[in-house]
């Protein structure tokens, strides 16, 4: 492997890592405040792309397109939490599961309906087309770049409003002790619901993120939500630096499982070897901490 494909590699794994954190960020705020793993948060991560193809197409506006992708998400997630996850607070977490699997098979459906089974594509904005140099000789696509500054953008921003608001301040102490919270007169039910907004929120800034380099497509959002669990695992659920952690851990492992293993023992043992490396990281990571490798604290 060249210096320039390893620098290529690690930096496209680094973006991964960066969405996966953006998408694990969402599971892990909702968990931290009401102990509820949402497994219908790929499908945010799914019908955002879609939106924004759709208005794409109706407008010819990438920045509308954005907007309405992102508020009309954020709405969808707080409608769900009130009319679906709030009945279920006070019941066990099977049936949240259920509920929350129900609403991925759900949403896979309507987009099947509504867009069809063909995929369907987002083009790269004209002012990010083309590559740069981030090394000599090393060139590497400029919406690769533009991405990542984005995914680092969003995550800044959830810092700013966990650690420098009113807001942020609530949820925190929501997360580690509701009890006191509730008796303080903060309403954690319309935190909850702010949560879930701001959870859809980040998935959604994933999933127009990705939606220019991938096919937008039914079922698209399920296996980053695997992978979203995985990180959440390996970090330690509930805690946002171990998320941060273990997502640019995973993006990297992942993206130069996916190169090295195909060159080094065959294309396909190695192809199907590099897709369980991410679980056997899990698998190690669990022995060695079981609780992840930090604990849980939002």
Do not use: K
């Not at 620098?7 to 953006?22: C, D, R, S, T």
């Not at 405040?33 to 497994?39: S, T």
């Not at 919406?143 to 959830?158: D, M, P, Q, T």
């Not at 698209?220 to 997502?247: F, N």
């Amino acid at each position: 492997m060249t210096i320039a494909l390893l620098v290529e590699q690690l930096i496209n794994g680094l973006q991964q890592g960066l969405m996966l954190f953006l998408m694990a960020a969402g599971v892990t705020l909702v968990f931290g405040i009401m102990r509820l793993i949402n497994l219908a948060h790929g499908s945010m991560f799914m019908l955002a792309a879609y939106v924004a193809v759709a208005v794409f197409a109706a407008t010819d506006s990438y920045l509308l397109a954005f907007i309405v992708a992102l508020a009309g998400i954020s709405v969808l997630a707080m409608l769900l939490e009130l009319a679906i996850f709030r009945p279920l607070y006070a019941r066990g977490h099977l049936d949240q599961l259920l509920a929350s699997f129900g609403l991925v098979l759900v949403f896979n459906e309507i987009a099947v309906m509504v867009w069809g089974r063909e995929p369907l594509y987002l083009s790269i904005p004209p002012l990010l087309s083309g590559q740069v140099e981030i090394l000599p000789g090393v060139p590497y696509p400029v919406y690769r770049l533009a991405v990542s500054a984005l995914a680092i953008a969003a995550g800044l921003g959830l810092w700013l409003i966990l650690s420098r608001t009113r807001l942020g301040m609530q949820m925190r102490g929501g997360a580690e002790r509701r009890e006191v919270m509730e008796a303080m007169g903060v309403n954690i039910r319309a935190i909850a619901t702010m949560v879930f907004g701001i959870g859809a929120c980040l998935a959604g800034v994933a999933g127009l993120m990705t939606a220019p380099i991938m096919p937008v497509q039914s079922g698209m959002g399920d296996p980053i939500l695997i992978l979203t669990l995985v990180v959440m695992i390996i970090g330690g659920v509930g805690s946002l630096r171990g998320a941060l952690i273990a997502a640019l851990i995973v993006g990297v492992v992942d993206t130069f499982g996916r190169i090295l293993l195909p060159q080094l023992i065959g294309l396909n043992a190695g192809s199907a070897l590099s897709n369980m490396v991410i679980y056997v990281l899990m698998a190690v990571v669990l022995v060695i901490r079981p609780t992840g490798l930090v604990r849980s604290a939002t």
